[in-house]
């Protein structure tokens, strides 16, 4: 099992355009959350889904959007992207439903905004 | 408001010395703590959840509720655990699933 993975590792776009980011559950794993990584910080919680709904949502525009899969893969779509959205996104899964489960983290896409 | 500090960007110790990391936290009731670790050109990983009371690469992590901190520690610090290391905590209600993370802290072991 590869664990978490993630498409592309790098990704260089221009203010104004739109990006899509991917993610593949660990095998087994039914819940993928999306986290923002600013320089310097930690992750930052974007949205979880499960069950192909968006279950929970940070404090983030409506920029940004996911969607999820029945097979339990996620994106994360960003519009009119912003000098600020450069960061590093992580993707996590866990096991099931239940939120105090584990969360494994793939090895994140590298976004930079010009 | 639910909240995760780890007062300390760096930490410097010496091989064999005994290491630290503080994490303090914000949080109304009883969350739910980790310690995730991330080495060089590696992914996030979970180091340890308090509600397993276990001790990973001889780190251990006691939830103090009355100081509400939940500091990392090890005896003796050995090179190969320099690292970033990220205090994170679990909520109930609105924060039901996300992790809401420290800054981190950067562990650096000298020979």
């Known amino acids: 099992d590869a664990g978490v993975t993630q498409s592309p590792t790098h990704l260089i776009k221009t203010r104004g355009q739109q990006v899509t980011l991917r993610c593949s559950p660990k095998s087994g794993h039914d819940t993928v959350s999306w986290y923002q990584q600013a320089l310097g910080q930690g992750p930052q919680f974007i949205f979880q889904y499960y069950e192909e709904e968006e279950r929970q949502r940070g404090n983030f525009p409506d920029r940004f959007s996911g969607h999820q899969f029945p097979n339990y893969s996620s994106e994360l779509n960003v519009n009119a992207l912003l000098l600020g959205d450069s960061a590093l996104y992580l993707c996590?899964?866990?096991?099931?439903?239940?939120?105090?489960?584990?969360?494994?983290f793939g090895p994140g896409t590298r976004l930079t905004v010009l | 408001a639910q909240r995760v500090t780890q007062p300390e960007k760096l930490l410097s110790v010496f091989k064999g010395a005994p290491v630290e990391l503080k994490c303090n936290y914000s949080?109304?009731?009883?969350?739910?703590l980790f310690w995730y670790v991330q080495y060089s050109r590696q992914r996030l990983q979970l180091l340890l959840r308090?509600?397993s009371r276990e001790s990973i690469k001889g780190f251990t992590a006691d939830l103090n509720k009355g100081e509400t901190s939940f500091h990392l520690k090890k005896p003796f610090a050995q090179e190969e655990d320099s690292a970033m290391y990220y205090c994170a905590l679990i909520g109930y209600g609105g924060s039901q699933g996300n992790l809401i993370f420290g800054k981190g802290t950067k562990l650096s072991v000298k020979p």
């Open positions: 996590a899964s866990s096991l099931s439903g239940e939120w105090r489960d584990t969360q494994y």
């Open positions: 308090h509600i």
């Open positions: 949080y109304s009731g009883s969350p739910e």
